[in-house]
């Protein structure tokens, strides 16, 4: 990293807390409304990270944009009611986010959930104590893309690449941070493993590794 403030991109999902349980009940409550079957697991714990529309995309045979759109408003029923709730936080995450402040880095988180979810879960857990804001994709789908929510992350905070470093557990985090010349670590404790993440700068094997991102360099 550079001499400027040291900045830290946090993925939520996989790498701050595991909501796969809401995540997938709230996918099998979508599926079962347009009769399809249920993918079983192993499948499931997949589409944890990826945007949702990409999911639902895979997981419908011959599914169009209307069958999609349909699928993602059934997610977001029971997601928005219950699904979100159905989250645990990673132990260690609060001691290695209150670190990472202590050392006076800028933390924010960047999603691909939706951002009126994201929101509530960061509040819910208290991690808005040491997150400056959350980024993430509207319910429309703007944004969707990672690498663009993570280049408009970079511009609206007017932030140096180069002083930076994204932290998650799946592909979608390190192409974000490829396309955008940001220093990449991967999380282990997630849903990617180390073939998935092989690309990475570093490979952080627990959430107490998180905090030493801060002044130590990736680069």
């Known amino acids: 990293m550079s ?9 939520l999902d996989g790498t701050l807390s595991d909501n796969h349980a809401g995540i997938s009940a709230s996918i099998r409550h979508a599926l079962a409304a347009q ?8 499948e499931l714990c997949a589409c944890v ?12 045979p011959g599914a169009g944009s209307a069958e999609v759109e349909a699928a993602v408003l059934r997610y977001r029923e029971r997601f928005g009611e219950l699904g979100w709730k ?29 951002r009126t979810f994201a929101v509530r879960i960061v509040g819910h857990f208290g991690f808005d104590r040491f997150v400056e ?7 429309s789908g703007a944004l969707d893309d990672k690498a663009a929510l993570m280049a408009h ?3 609206t905070e007017r932030l140096s690449a180069a002083a930076c470093v994204m932290a998650g557990d799946r592909h979608h985090d390190l192409r974000a941070a490829r396309a955008n010349r940001v220093a990449f670590a991967g999380v282990l404790w997630g849903y990617g493993d180390a073939h998935e993440l092989a ?4 490979l ?8 030493s991102l801060g002044p130590a360099p990736l680069r």
């Open 199 to 202: 690309a990475a700068d570093r």
């Open 86 to 114: 159905e989250n645990t936080v990673y132990e260690g995450i609060e001691v290695a986010l209150a670190s990472l402040r202590a050392q006076g880095c800028r933390l924010f988180v960047c999603t691909s959930k939706p």
């Open 3 to 11: 001499a400027t403030t040291p900045v830290v991109l946090l993925d």
């Open 133 to 139: 804001r959350v980024y993430g994709p509207d319910l």
């Open 204 to 211: 952080l094997t627990h959430p107490s590794e998180l905090a």
């Open 153 to 155: 992350l970079l511009e």
């Open 49 to 60: 990270g990826p945007p949702l529309r990409e999911t639902f995309a895979r997981l419908i």
């Open 35 to 42: 009769g399809v079957a249920d993918p079983g697991e192993r």
